[in-house]
């Protein structure tokens, strides 16, 4: 796992910008650098060492430097690929996977991309063709953001922070993109090709970017995350095969030289990637989790009990609030606005188990995969009633205002849900927003509105744009919505929260339930197998039942999140207003004071707004620490 940065064009070759970009990087990779430089290309890495310790780092170059590549990530199948490429005459000087990726695109061409099962931003220069090429993995796991230059020049690198200061390295000005800003207020994250900048786009999963010298860029897509695979056999062979699956996924990625451990939260899907763990690795595996003094945000007893069945040597950290310091840690740690506050326990866990490991397995694509998310169920079953829902108009504000101050935020979203929708596609998308575009418009300032058109607001396009791209012929409306989060939820939301915390304490995170066969699988499963007798994530319920006792398992989902609500009326309270209404947010202009200061009044009367809230603060820190002059 590293951080990579680069530049292309006819100003680039002496290599004192990449150094300096590469530096800013050091979290992701503090144990080695390294950079190549000819006249108009530069490419850079910091390096975490983990496989091939010794001889592994990069950029790997051959042929003479006819052919130079800098990799974030891991080919958890590259030894496999080492063999055929040795089996048609290629060599290797090294047993780094790295090394494997530039040789199987120097045998196979771009086509080598299809061929790596893993996670991965690559950054390669093709002198015989005189392109850079970028690619990035179909899940979007790793990022990988450019920035086309004035001249026709580009950078690229792992974080935007790099790209911040290579322009201002030559005195470039880069402007906020309020698309973006929008995005992340509709959503809660930003979401592919945007960045927080204007000047700034992030290349698409399973996408591969080539720039010419000219200037020119050509976008292909190379990979979708949406394929399925036949089923067949009787219910228990099923989940057999599924089992089978994730234990030869889970086998792949403990390829490591430095310690390896697993996060571990007593959920269903740490708990099957830790038990298929502890059956493959030839150690005591290592579990760590973090608790909260809140019992209801606190899952640490359940973890302990499953490490304690699985024999784990077990590492838990209890916490104690701290949350003005914890808005700092994700203002310095996300350099775009991220507004989904559970980065906050990413982000301790991550720390913890660094202290211990360089290497942690996670549970993480368990619900998008397998239908873990009660609203893959409750979405279609609203929308099958959908003309009767016009009969509960009376009922829905009341009854969402009686849950929302009872605390029952689930009961209080079912309640506005209770109403038409004229598709689908619409419902979902009301359903994953934070805020609808009434609200945003009134939030957005005028001088800020009238670039976006919220007629059809831009987060709402996008939306709709994706619904578009992962149509499918699913058979049930669950696994088309499973497909919608994988372009959009996930990518955007969840592997940028579990990229960005982990390689800020310089930890790699691998996800089994991520790999694509498990993907393609959990695709696969019909509406009985991914939701039965009112249980989400069914099948993968049966494999945690011939793994564990059904007692560790058998529990109401809880979720990885932070009282926020609570935090905005109490600790939080004090920095919300200051953040939210003091002179520095007023003069920047963005939203209308009045409208921010009536949410604020509507959550501290009881009315819960906090979604809303916690985002325009995740837009404001970012902007204090990332815009405003030092």
Known sequence: MCGIAGRVGTDCGTGAILTRMVDTLVHRGPDAQGEFRIPGVELGIRRLSIV???????????????????????????????????????GFSTDSDSEVAAVAYQAWGSEAFKEFEGMFAIALWDGQRKKLLLARDELGKKPLLYRRRPGGGLDFASEVRALRLAASAVHESMSVSFEALDRVLAFGYIGTPLSAYAEVEQVAPGTLLEWSMDGGITHSSWAAPMSTRPLSGSPT??????????EDAVSRRLVSERPIGALLSGGIDSTITTALMVRSHTERVSTFSIGFENPEYDESSYARAVAQWLGTDHHELIVKPDPERWVQTLGDAFDEPFADSSAIPTLLVSEFAAQSVVVALTGDGGDEVFGGYRRYSAVPALQRINPLLALTSSLREPLAQVASRAGRRRLSRLALEMRPAPSLMERYMRVMALTDPTLRSRLWSPDVSENLTFSRPSAEHWFEMNWASSQRPYDSPSQHLAAMDLVTYLPGDLLVKADISSMAHSLELRSPLLDRDVVEFGLSLPQH??????????????????????????????????????????????????????????????FQPEVVASLISDHESGTNRDDVLWALMMIEVWARRWLDPS
């Open 237 to 246: 062979e099923i989940v057999d095969e599924c089992q089978k699956l994730i």
């Open 52 to 90: 091939d310790v010794a001889h592994g780092n990069q950029p790997i170059v051959l042929d003479h430097a006819n052919l130079a590549m800098v990799f974030n990530g891991e080919i958890f199948n590259f030894r496999q690929l080492r063999t055929r490429l040795e089996s048609i005459g290629y």
């Open 529 to 590: 197998l991914r939701h039965f007798r009112g249980q989400d994530k069914y099948l993968l319920r049966q494999v945690a039942a011939g793994l564990v006792p059904a007692k560790l398992i058998d529990r109401p989902k809880m979720g990885f999140g932070v009282p926020k609500a609570a935090w905005l009326r109490g600790p939080l309270n004090g920095l919300m207003h200051d953040l939210l209404l003091d002179s520095v947010s007023r003069s920047r202009g963005w």
